[in-house]
């Protein structure tokens, strides 16, 4: 997630709080008698209504111990903003519609398939008979970076997207045991109905390094 833009961390996530900073968070203090399960129990992140206006609980303060119900005194900030204001030229982070999105991409498979094709095809060579090839399966799988991630902080834009820019973030590290799978006929049923065994084979280690790009895709 980037810092500006429709979906950004500012509009998602601060926009109303920068706006209360800048418009409300007043104090205000009431004397209430609650309980101890009001008082235990309260969601300090939730408004509360009091005399038609919303709030946000600040603190209490009560002598201890404490009883069934007790004297509060409740601390409350104001969330309501008060005018003039004109959060578009105030909130100077951008927050333009956002149209594009960076997706991960990487060359981790053609690696793959590169480093381990004459071993497969010499796996494949050496069978005969009634043994038939079921494909390879990779196992004891370790994947880890190798280099800082250099993601861009911007929201992509239609010339990224138009020109196919795709941004190198990070080098990473990968290792696995390539194994092969065969059937084999070991003999048939009374009826001549074949009877096959499955068996796996192989093991040998691999170790390489695959890059990871961004490319802007529609959202």
């Known amino acids: 997630m980037t810092f500006i833009g429709e979906n950004g961390l500012f509009n998602r996530f601060w926009r109303g709080y920068d706006a209360i900073l800048r418009h409300a968070n007043h ?16 969601d300090f992140s939730q408004p509360v209504s009091m005399s038609g206006q919303r709030l946000l609980i600040d603190s209490f303060r009560y002598k201890l111990p ?7 005194t409740v601390r409350l900030r104001t969330v309501k903003l008060l005018k003039p204001y004109d ?26 398939n590169s480093v ?13 008979g009634n043994v038939t090839w079921l494909g390879v399966n990779r196992k004891n ?15 992509p834009t239609k010339d990224d997207y138009d ?19 065969t059937r084999v006929q070991t003999g048939t049923t009374s ?7 499955e068996e796996e084979h192989g093991g040998v280690h691999y170790d390489i390094l695959y890059n990871v790009w961004l490319k802007a895709e529609h959202i």
């Open 141 to 155: 799988e370790v994947e880890g970076s190798v280099s800082p991630a250099e993601i861009p902080f911007t929201v």
């Open 87 to 112: 959060l578009e030229k105030e909130q100077t982070v951008a927050i333009v519609k956002q149209e594009y999105k960076w997706v991960q991409i990487n060359n981790r498979e053609t690696i793959v």
């Open 66 to 72: 404490l009883r069934s119900i007790a004297p509060t």
């Open 27 to 42: 104090t205000v203090e009431a004397d209430l008698h609650l309980s101890s399960q009001q008082l235990l129990n309260s």
């Open 191 to 197: 009826g001549g109905i074949p009877i096959y065994k």
């Open 163 to 181: 020109n196919k820019h795709q941004p190198w973030i990070k080098k990473v590290n990968y290792s696995f045991d390539l194994y092969y799978r």
């Open 116 to 128: 381990t094709r004459d071993q497969i095809n010499q796996w494949k060579s050496g069978l005969f």
